[in-house]
């Protein structure tokens, strides 16, 4: 007779090969796994442990090879909610043990069954009218925006990501300190933030008045379209994305080596060549007494048809002060956006535009825009940059009337 496991085992054996329908077959159920948020924050951790495996310690903070790991761990310990995600996944109690939260106000009073602290008078002093909400400072907003990316729409970002990652390890980018907001954060360039390293994609940052008690002063203010590596995108404010980075981050120099072809490669410009327009210089003949005294005025514009095409009619526009104009200088632009150009080229002398109230012989009031003093040459420098997708690594210092470098961006050649 039969013991009972055997039955049993000849019970499962016909069970297994009785599946008709392939409902037990295991490589169905692992083919193609989508990752959830919660599998890349565990993925995250375990790059935590292998490193405690290999080095028998925690990632440290004064290592700029260890940082990235070191902060990460940081934000773990310091959000319960990926504590608590974390905890069955940490072999190595890196975790440590949870900060006991300080009891609250309400708390002591709610706890006091006996009524010691019972006045049996006005208790308004506990009343606070002028005291922000928890949860109410812009501080925090970034983390409430974070939205998820699809895969599909991440895989193009992962790639730059793994890439960086790389040139850090080969020291061809480093991580540095980040200070003063407005010169470092950059449209197009990596950072560290919270562990995390982040691809500002868009900055919608403009210079706005603000108005404050020591003085009115300009600022930038605006949205940003942010990219993080663990898949998530943030619109997080211009303003807040830099107090978090110099909270606990750090800014990611950019390779020095040219980044021409990687330029083209991430915007899918094509490679064939094409003539979209023209950057032109351009003096005015203009008597008017409001220019006569300004020296090294000249009008940087772009245009799709030849220069002096476009400036046959300078005396009748606006845009030319009316007037006649020399061309001191063309430049051909191949292959690129020409409204992206006269962005950036008229966002880079933007301290240093023309700011005077012309009126026409209809006494019309008019104020041109893209009329700028600065050295020819500044001009021409600024313009080679331009064309070579680098001006966004420089501003011009209308003080000394010299172009540099921002800080963090690598070296000027």
């Known amino acids: 007779m039969k013991s009972i496991k055997e039955k049993m085992k000849k019970s499962l054996d016909d069970i297994f090969n009785d599946d008709e329908f392939g409902l037990l077959d295991e490589g169905l159920q692992t083919k193609n796994p989508i990752l959830t948020d919660e599998d890349r924050l565990i993925d995250a951790f375990e790059e935590i442990n292998a490193f405690y495996k290999k080095h028998k310690r925690a990632p440290s903070s004064s290592s700029m090879t260890e940082f990235s790991l070191s902060a990460r761990l940081q934000d773990y310990k310091n959000d319960e909610q990926k504590r608590s995600l974390l905890e069955p996944f940490d072999k190595y109690k890196l975790l440590g043990q949870p900060q006991k939260k300080a009891a609250s106000i309400d708390d002591i009073l709610g706890d006091d069954d006996l009524g010691l602290l019972d006045s049996g008078g006005d208790d308004s002093i506990f009343t606070f009218k002028h005291v922000p909400k928890p949860g109410s400072r812009k501080e925090a907003e970034y983390i409430a925006r974070r939205k998820h990316i699809s895969d599909e729409d991440f895989a193009k970002y992962d790639q730059m990501f793994k890439q960086v990652h790389k040139e850090l390890k080969s020291g061809e980018r480093k991580l540095l300190p980040f200070s003063n907001t407005e010169r470092n954060l950059i449209e197009g360039n990596f950072y560290l933030v919270d562990g995390l ?17 020591s003085g009115n002063r300009i600022r930038l203010e605006g949205r940003t379209q942010t990219v993080f590596e663990n898949g998530t995108v943030s619109n997080m404010l211009f303003r807040s994305l830099g107090k978090a980075i110099q909270k606990n981050g750090k800014i990611v120099t950019n390779p020095e080596r040219a980044q021409e072809k990687e330029l083209f490669d991430r915007t899918g410009m094509v490679k064939e060549e094409k003539l979209e327009g023209w950057i032109y210089v351009l003096k005015t003949k203009s008597n008017h007494p409001a220019l006569q005294d300004i020296q ?40 690129v956006n020409l409204n992206v150009l006269e962005k950036l080229i008229h966002r880079f002398f933007a301290k240093v ?61």
């Open 353 to 413: 535009c023309l700011d005077v109230d012309l009126y026409n012989n209809e006494n019309r009031r008019y104020n041109p825009r893209e009329w700028f003093v600065a050295p020819l040459p500044i001009i021409d420098e600024a313009i080679d940059l331009l064309l070579k997708e680098t001006i966004v690594n420089y501003y011009y210092d209308e003080k000394k009337q010299e172009i540099k470098l921002k800080y963090g961006c690598g070296i000027k050649n």
């Open 296 to 335: 090294n005025l000249y009008k940087i514009g772009l245009s799709t048809q030849p220069v002096e095409e476009r400036i046959k009619n300078a005396a009748k526009e606006a845009t030319y002060l009316f007037a006649d104009v020399e061309v001191i200088a063309k430049y051909k632009c191949w292959n």
């Open 197 to 213: 390293l982040a691809y500002l994609e868009v900055s919608d940052a403009e210079e706005v008045l603000k108005k404050n008690r």
